[in-house]
C-alpha cells in the first residue's frame, strides 16, 4: 500500500480514525500550520513524524504553501489528506499535485458548500444529510466526488450540535474506507472527469449502517 501525508490545523480527530483504522504506518509525515493543534500529540503517540508550517511566519500565503511543497516532496507520499486543514489552497498548489489532494467535507455534495454545511443542512430542514470524499481542485467543495455517505436528521431531537457529532462519526468511518482504497489503487478518475471505485466483499461491512453513494 502507498504512503501519504496528512494536513492539520486543529484537534485530529479524523487523524485519530486513521490511526484507529491502522493507516499510521502508512502516514508519513502530519504537517500542522498550527503549532498548538491537538492532532501533533496524536501524531507523536502513534509514531508519525511531524512537520510545523506556521502560517503565521510567512508574509504570503505563496510562500507559506511553497514551505509546505517542501516538506510534502521531501517525503513519500501518493496522496495529500486534507483533516481538518482550515487553510484554502491556491491554485498554483493545486495544480502542483493534481488529483493528489483529497478532502471531507461535511455534507452531501453538491448540496451545502463551504463553511458551516451543517448549520446550513439544519437551517434548510432537510431529512437527510452527511460527509462527502472528494477531490480538491480550485472551486471550492466542487472537486470530482469519490463517496458520501448519508444520515438522517431528526429534527425533534436533533440541534446543530449533535447533528455535527453525528456526521463527525460518519467521516470517521468513510475517510479511512476512502484513503484505504486509494492507496490500494481502487479509485480511478476517468476521461469524463467522473470518479469510479473498485469494489472489494468487505465494503459494505467497513461502511455499516451508513447509506453510501459509491461509484462502482
Given at each position: 500500500m502507498h504512503k501519504f501525508i496528512t494536513l492539520i490545523s486543529g484537534r485530529g480527530s479524523n487523524l485519530a480514525a486513521m490511526c484507529k483504522a491502522g493507516l499510521a504506518p502508512y502516514i508519513s509525515c502530519v504537517i500542522s500550520n498550527n503549532p498548538n493543534a491537538k492532532g501533533i500529540e496524536i501524531a507523536k503517540k502513534n509514531n508519525i513524524p511531524v512537520c510545523i508550517v506556521n502560517h503565521r511566519d510567512f508574509i504570503s500565503r505563496e510562500n507559506f504553501e511553497q514551505a509546505i511543497s517542501l516538506v510534502i516532496?521531501?517525503?513519500?507520499?501518493?496522496?495529500?489528506?486534507?483533516?481538518g486543514f482550515m487553510r484554502i489552497l491556491s491554485p498554483w498548489f493545486i495544480e502542483k499535485y493534481p488529483q493528489k489532494i483529497i478532502n471531507i467535507h461535511p455534507s452531501i455534495l453538491p448540496a451545502f458548500t463551504g463553511a458551516n454545511a451543517q448549520q446550513q443542512a439544519f437551517d434548510a430542514k432537510v431529512k437527510t444529510t452527511g460527509a462527502t470524499v472528494h477531490f480538491v481542485t480550485e472551486k471550492l467543495d466542487h472537486g470530482p466526488i469519490i463517496a458520501s455517505g448519508a444520515m438522517a436528521i431528526n429534527h425533534d431531537n436533533d440541534d446543530v450540535d449533535t447533528l455535527c457529532n453525528k456526521i463527525l462519526k460518519l467521516e470517521h468511518i468513510l475517510y479511512p474506507f476512502v484513503i484505504k482504497k486509494i492507496l490500494n489503487d481502487q479509485v480511478k478518475v476517468l476521461a469524463n472527469g467522473a470518479v469510479e471505485v473498485i469494489k472489494?466483499?468487505?465494503?459494505?461491512?467497513i461502511l455499516g449502517k451508513f447509506k453510501s453513494n459509491i461509484h462502482y
Open positions: 516532496d521531501n517525503f513519500p507520499s501518493q496522496l495529500i489528506v486534507l483533516a472489494d466483499i468487505a465494503d459494505d461491512k
